[in-house]
């Protein structure tokens, strides 16, 4: 391949001159040029040695041979978060979504063709707009962190300020998302601080807020999974310069947390993948956005919302797009969206999931990690050198912690040779986080999970 010379044999017309002109084509000299972002350590300098020449059925048998030795998801307990979150997807969710009625389905420009998706993404609308006690849902965003994105430039639309204001302890990923999505348009993302008890600072935050506030936004839980107590104030504060409030949460803890509606969020976002979609190495995702009822908010808003009509003759309820803010739908200059098909199947599965739990179901559940990370916190404080929770306040589904003169890095690599995915460094977020790591547990571990994950941490000999 390039100019270390081999040819592959498996691949037809793989010849130097072949693979020269190609290049030559697309402006590089060489072929690791294309892979310039995966570090080199990760790229064969030459084709695996198989003896040959073989057939293609035995090449896949040999390939097979080798790829055993990996160790897969299955092998692995994984207690990783932080956006992403292992969950149980009940089979029924499975069956309906892969109805090809679903799964083939395309943006549904045809109402009178589409009925039926067009009915479960009003369904979607519908479930989550309880769930958040907002007016309304779109359907839907790509993740959390581009509906972040999307909810900061619909405010700017709203109000024409140019300030975001963020808590401190927030996604690094989310705001970098975030930063991209609003930089053209020249707004800036300041933070707030946040205590010990992971409590907004109400005093640098009037301080902060002022009329060129286009939104604050506050994450409850936060991205460290503590549960933020003075909330509201947050959201008074916002209102009392004229500023939207914009709240994150994730879906489950609404269960048992209060819906950010009920205090007075103007647009809530969150991450649909809890609720009925598979981890997938991080993807696909699906964002949740929505708000409290105001045309001109609405018209803000990105994406589709579907409404509920009756047919020409009035005589059967029907199903219609109301609001198409895509590129392909209206005059590219008034575009505010470019969410395509994909998010659809999604939406679907959400829809799907909060069915089949129902208010009691999704309660449950709740309470169920609820208490799951209770014990866990607790379990791990009685371990000698570990210093958990490290935020005095109360957690739901992830927390942090770190063990004493051990960096996040070495732990979580020691965590991995017991067969453990132990969580995230987020060491490099803030120094008050140095050698912490954020962990996750939900309703997929056991007990006996839980007391393996700690006893692996007990036989790291450090102390």
């Given at each position: 391949?390039?100019?270390?010379?081999?040819?592959?044999?498996?691949?037809?017309?793989?010849?130097?001159?072949?693979?020269?002109?190609?290049?030559?084509?697309?402006?590089?000299?060489?072929?690791?040029?294309?892979?310039?972002?995966?570090?080199?350590?990760?790229?064969?300098?030459?084709?695996?040695?198989?003896?040959?020449?073989?057939?293609?059925?035995?090449?896949?048998?040999?390939?097979?041979?080798?790829?055993?030795?990996?160790?897969?998801?299955?092998?692995?307990?994984?207690?990783?978060?932080?956006?992403?979150?292992?969950?149980?997807?009940?089979?029924?969710?499975?069956?309906?979504?892969?109805?090809?009625?679903?799964?083939?389905?395309?943006?549904?420009?045809?109402?009178?063709?589409?009925?039926?998706?067009?009915?479960?993404?009003?369904?979607?609308?519908?479930?989550?707009?309880?769930?958040?006690?907002?007016?309304?849902?779109?359907?839907?965003?790509?993740?959390?962190?581009?509906?972040?994105?999307?909810?900061?430039?619909?405010?700017?639309?709203?109000?024409?300020?140019?300030?975001?204001?963020?808590?401190?302890?927030?996604?690094?990923?989310?705001?970098?998302?975030?930063?991209?999505?609003?930089?053209?348009?020249?707004?800036?993302?300041?933070?707030?601080?946040?205590?010990?008890?992971?409590?907004?600072?109400?005093?640098?935050?009037?301080?902060?807020?002022?009329?060129?506030?286009?939104?604050?936004?506050?994450?409850?839980?936060?991205?460290?999974?503590?549960?933020?107590?003075?909330?509201?104030?947050?959201?008074?504060?916002?209102?009392?310069?004229?500023?939207?409030?914009?709240?994150?949460?994730?879906?489950?803890?609404?269960?048992?947390?209060?819906?950010?509606?009920?205090?007075?969020?103007?647009?809530?976002?969150?991450?649909?993948?809890?609720?009925?979609?598979?981890?997938?190495?991080?993807?696909?995702?699906?964002?949740?956005?929505?708000?409290?009822?105001?045309?001109?908010?609405?018209?803000?808003?990105?994406?589709?919302?579907?409404?509920?009509?009756?047919?020409?003759?009035?005589?059967?309820?029907?199903?219609?797009?109301?609001?198409?803010?895509?590129?392909?739908?209206?005059?590219?200059?008034?575009?505010?969206?470019?969410?395509?098909?994909?998010?659809?199947?999604?939406?679907?599965?959400?829809?799907?999931?909060?069915?089949?739990?129902?208010?009691?179901?999704?309660?449950?559940?709740?309470?169920?990690?609820?208490?799951?990370?209770?014990?866990?916190?607790?379990?791990?404080s009685k371990i000698n050198n570990i210093q958990v929770p490290l935020f005095d306040a109360p957690h739901y589904m992830e927390f942090t912690y770190r063990m004493r003169g051990v960096k996040a890095k070495a732990l979580l690599n020691k965590l991995l040779q017991?067969?453990?995915?132990?969580?995230?460094?987020?060491?490099?977020?803030?120094?008050?986080?140095?050698?912490?790591?954020?962990?996750?547990?939900?309703?997929?571990?056991?007990?006996?999970?839980?007391?393996?994950?700690?006893?692996?941490?007990?036989?790291?000999?450090?102390?």
């Open positions: 391949m390039g100019q270390t010379g081999y040819r592959h044999p498996y691949i037809a017309n793989s010849t130097q001159e072949t693979l020269e002109e190609m290049l030559r084509e697309l402006g590089v000299g060489d072929v690791w040029e294309l892979y310039s972002d995966v570090p080199r350590k990760y790229i064969l300098e030459k084709p695996p040695a198989i003896e040959g020449p073989l057939s293609e059925q035995e090449v896949q048998a040999h390939v097979r041979s080798m790829l055993s030795r990996n160790k897969t998801a299955r092998q692995l307990k994984l207690f990783i978060g932080g956006g992403v979150w292992p969950h149980y997807i009940p089979a029924a969710v499975r069956e309906v979504i892969s109805r090809s009625e679903f799964l083939t389905s395309y943006t549904p420009y045809q109402p009178e063709a589409s009925q039926g998706m067009l009915t479960a993404l009003f369904e979607y609308q519908s479930l989550v707009a309880e769930l958040y006690d907002v007016d309304v849902v779109n359907s839907s965003m790509y993740d959390w962190a581009t509906a972040v994105g999307e909810a900061f430039r619909m405010a700017h639309r709203y109000n024409g300020r140019k300030k975001i204001i963020v808590p401190r302890f927030i996604s690094p990923e989310r705001l970098a998302v975030a930063e991209t999505y609003v930089k053209p348009l020249g707004l800036e993302i300041v933070s707030v601080r946040q205590d010990e008890h992971g409590r907004i600072d109400e005093e640098e935050l009037k301080h902060l807020a002022d009329r060129d506030t286009a939104a604050i936004y506050v994450e409850n839980p936060a991205y460290l999974g503590f549960i933020v107590e003075n909330i509201t104030a947050a959201g008074e504060i916002a209102h009392d310069v004229g500023s939207l409030f914009i709240v994150g949460a994730e879906p489950t803890s609404l269960g048992i947390l209060k819906p950010p509606g009920s205090y007075g969020a103007d647009i809530i976002v969150g991450e649909g993948q809890p609720l009925g979609l598979p981890m997938n190495f991080g993807g696909p995702l699906m964002g949740i956005l929505g708000c409290r009822h105001e045309q001109r908010l609405v018209h803000a808003m990105p994406g589709r919302l579907i409404g509920m009509t009756e047919d020409i003759r009035g005589e059967r309820r029907a199903f219609t797009m109301v609001l198409q803010a895509r590129e392909q739908h209206i005059r590219r200059e008034k575009a505010t969206s470019n969410i395509c098909t994909n998010q659809a199947l999604c939406a679907v599965a959400v829809a799907a999931y909060l069915a089949l739990l129902g208010k009691s179901g999704l309660r449950s559940l709740a309470e169920h990690i609820l208490a799951k990370t209770a014990y866990m916190i607790e379990r791990l017991h067969g453990i995915v132990g969580g995230i460094d987020v060491s490099s977020m803030h120094d008050s986080l140095n050698g912490a790591v954020l962990t996750c547990v939900t309703e997929v571990h056991s007990r006996e999970d839980l007391e393996a994950y700690a006893r692996a941490v007990e036989s790291l000999g450090v102390g």
